[in-house]
């Protein structure tokens, strides 16, 4: 990072391409990690909500921009304000389990905020795991609850293996279809090692996130074939087709290359969090932003989440298991590279490394984020300050 | 069906392609399924099976040629064979739970015929889930189970939702290597309709069934960018290069398609059959096939499969979930179709027209089938006739 004439830094922001990180010029600042968790927690407070889910809130959306994933960390602030000021999520919300049996249980979010919702019923499912080996809890009623992976991570640090999946809006075409049917719908599961740390799978059901086919959109280029589909179902290479009634492709994008599996993950995981909890499901999942619409028909209450936890000991050592995780990854990383390549990473590698430089360095801010929480900051009182 | 001059049947084999059935004319005969489940039975009890445990692992075979997955039915019984004869499968496995914790278990199978130890562990979970909500149990020292589809349909018999996924022998790339580290490591769930047929998903985590690179080979055709790599590790439209060396590739084929999601569920399958259980992991698994070559290192006991039962009243009413499920059979059938096709099909559409179709009209099988079974008649001196 260096100063440049003006005073204002020249951010070197790492993002996420490809599972590799390229550096990037741009303009921007950056922000220690605590300043922008205690700026989104004292925003999640002006709205009512209890301090200790504030300070949670602002700790899953504080765990994405850490972990590199920009998409899903402060940059969001501004759509739950949004969403809070509209009062379409509630501030207060009485969180409880409607349905139970031993292992499992169905949680309603009450509308609350999934950054709350979420992280009390991975709690229920870890608690469960720890008395009756496993524990799976469905979710109704709840909002957009941050990166997946954030909730697995949890399970880790209580030495369990830890599961989570979200149904979100719709954005995804079922493979042969022509109009959008399905969320990203992702799928996260963490096993931990005993010196090295924990594989972290946290993948979305869909070919391609959907900010890679945003960015080709701002920067008015072409995208791979595979990713979306247009109006009529036709594959395309321009993004703005998909803009235009068209529809993002999942998980192996056509059938000769598997594209009913990754249709077919996205459904398992709409039917987890949603029919099983009495959630909205497929098409009629609520929106997170303002700009998308509401879909006319309801089929249940708010998006549905899915946990699991798994107690390691119920099945094996868990000394014994964490030294084999540490072995599966010593054994994984020295596969023979492909040419060109450094050799496969194990899951959760990327997040890894920017997180330890993250939380080292600070998190590089890109100006229009920069510019929403100053506008938060202004509407609230809330002091912000740019460095 | 028709008989042609020679008196031998044509048979119209309905092979799947694209998850469509597509008629092909090849010589071949048709066989009732009872014939060919009686015949199996009896050639596992000549090994000294016993009745009730042959009957089961034939019925597994005979579900496979019923819903059109030829590849996993009564064509690899000479391999199971083959197994047996050499001592290489235990007739007789004491089977049994080495570990539990109220909804979860680690089952021994003892080197017993994964088809008859795979349905006992699945037992074990629905069990379970009966009795605690759920119920998951990871098996060690098993051997190939047959479809993983068969179980969650077990399940589903039951008003559970079933899961199950078994690691295989190394078949598959990580994404960026250049050499085989992982097995085709299927995932399969099922959710029961109310007057709708279940939900099934089966699903292969390569990008491809092994079969559809065989069939290229025999025909010396090329097959599709995405489907293997060579031995350097680079894209090939060369079936050969796969067999010099060379391995499949995951779900999603390369990065920019999400290679890397492919390859996480394979290491998922992974970890929750064969490091949770104590069975061997990744390339260690060793070879269903007497061709394949047995790893020089074992880090564990046969290869490990991992099985899943959730009891829907402990989420929501039963008949609640059943008739939403119904319903997002509906709305999902009525998606706007693709340009040039049908529209969206259910998963598990295609297995139950193959299952309504063969249970009625008999399963036709190819020369080369019929030809191992008569090899296996001839030296077990059980009858198997040929219309």
Same mark, same amino acid.
């Given at each position: 990072?260096?100063?440049?004439?003006?005073?204002?830094?020249?951010?070197?922001?790492?993002? %996420?391409?490809?599972?590799?990180?390229?550096?990037?010029?741009?303009?921007?600042?950056?922000?220690?990690?605590?300043?922008?968790?205690?700026?989104?927690?004292?925003?999640?407070?002006?709205?009512?909500?209890?301090?200790?889910?504030?300070?949670?809130?602002?700790?899953?959306?504080?765990?994405?921009?850490?972990?590199?994933?920009?998409?899903?960390?402060?940059?969001?602030?501004?759509?739950?304000?949004?969403?809070?000021?509209?009062?379409?999520?509630?501030?207060? &919300?009485?969180?409880?389990?409607?349905?139970?049996?031993?292992?499992?249980?169905?949680?309603?979010?009450?509308?609350?905020?999934?950054?709350?919702?979420?992280?009390?019923?991975?709690?229920?499912?870890?608690?469960?795991?720890?008395?009756?080996?496993?524990?799976?809890?469905?979710?109704?009623?709840?909002?957009?609850?941050?990166?997946?992976?954030?909730?697995?991570? %949890?399970?880790?640090?209580?030495?369990?293996?830890?599961?989570?999946?979200?149904?979100?809006?719709?954005?995804?075409?079922?493979?042969?279809?022509?109009?959008?049917?399905?969320?990203?719908?992702?799928?996260?599961?963490?096993?931990?090692?005993?010196?090295?740390?924990?594989?972290?799978?946290?993948?979305?059901?869909?070919?391609?996130?959907?900010?890679?086919?945003?960015?080709?959109?701002?920067?008015?280029?072409?995208?791979?074939?595979?990713?979306?589909?247009?109006?009529?179902?036709?594959m395309t290479t321009d993004?703005?087709?998909?803009?235009?009634?068209?529809?993002?492709?999942?998980?192996? #994008?056509?059938?000769?290359?598997?594209?009913?599996?990754?249709?077919?993950?996205?459904?398992?995981?709409?039917?987890?969090?949603?029919?099983?909890?009495?959630?909205?499901?497929?098409?009629?999942?609520?929106?997170?932003?303002?700009?998308?619409?509401? &879909?006319?028909?309801?089929?249940?209450?708010?998006?549905?989440?899915?946990?699991?936890?798994?107690?390691?000991?119920?099945?094996?050592? %868990?000394?014994?298991?964490? %030294?084999?995780?540490?072995?599966?990854?010593?054994?994984?990383?020295?596969?023979?590279?492909a040419a060109g390549t450094?050799?496969?990473?194990?899951?959760?590698?990327?997040?890894?490394?920017?997180?330890?430089?993250?939380?080292?360095?600070?998190?590089?801010?890109?100006?229009?984020?920069?510019?929403?929480?100053?506008?938060? #900051?202004?509407?609230?009182?809330?002091?912000?300050?740019?460095?």
């Amino acid at each position: 990072m260096e100063r440049d004439r003006r005073g204002s830094l020249t951010v070197v922001v790492r993002r %996420k391409v490809g599972k590799i990180f390229v550096a990037e010029q741009e303009k921007g600042s950056i922000f220690p990690i605590d300043c922008l968790k205690d700026f989104s927690a004292k925003v999640f407070m002006h709205f009512g909500i209890a301090e200790v889910d504030a300070r949670q809130a602002a700790d899953v959306l504080a765990k994405s921009d850490l972990r590199g994933i920009d998409s899903h960390g402060v940059a969001r602030l501004h759509t739950y304000f949004d969403m809070l000021t509209l009062g379409r999520i509630n501030p207060k &919300p009485n969180i409880k389990i409607v349905r139970e049996k031993v292992s499992v249980a169905t949680v309603d979010g009450d509308n609350g905020l999934g950054l709350v919702v979420g992280p009390r019923a991975n709690e229920i499912a870890m608690d469960k795991a720890e008395k009756y080996g496993s524990g799976w809890v469905s979710v109704c009623h709840t909002n957009h609850f941050g990166i997946a992976g954030y909730y697995p991570l %949890k399970a880790v640090e209580r030495d369990l293996i830890g599961w989570a999946m979200t149904n979100t809006t719709k954005l995804v075409a079922p493979l042969w279809g022509a109009e959008r049917m399905l969320g990203t719908n992702p799928i996260a599961i963490a096993f931990p090692g005993y010196k090295e740390p924990p594989v972290v799978i946290d993948m979305a059901t869909s070919a391609v996130a959907y900010g890679k086919i945003e960015m080709a959109l701002r920067k008015k280029a072409k995208i791979p074939r595979g990713w979306v589909v247009d109006k009529n179902g036709g594959m395309t290479t321009d993004p703005q087709d998909m803009i235009d009634g068209g529809a993002q492709l999942p998980l192996g #994008s056509e059938r000769e290359m598997g594209g009913h599996k990754g249709y077919a993950l996205a459904a398992m995981v709409d039917v987890l969090c949603a029919v099983l909890s009495g959630a909205n499901w497929g098409p009629f999942a609520p929106p997170f932003a303002l700009r998308q619409e509401i &879909p006319a028909r309801s089929v249940g209450k708010g998006i549905g989440h899915f946990f699991g936890a798994m107690q390691i000991d119920g099945f094996i050592d %868990k000394d014994e298991f964490k %030294k084999q995780i540490d072995e599966w990854i010593h054994v994984f990383r020295k596969t023979k590279p492909a040419a060109g390549t450094n050799g496969p990473l194990i899951p959760g590698d990327p997040e890894r490394e920017a997180e330890a430089i993250r939380s080292k360095e600070g998190i590089p801010l890109l100006k229009p984020v920069v510019d929403d929480l100053l506008d938060i #900051s202004r509407r609230t009182r809330i002091p912000f300050e740019v460095n």
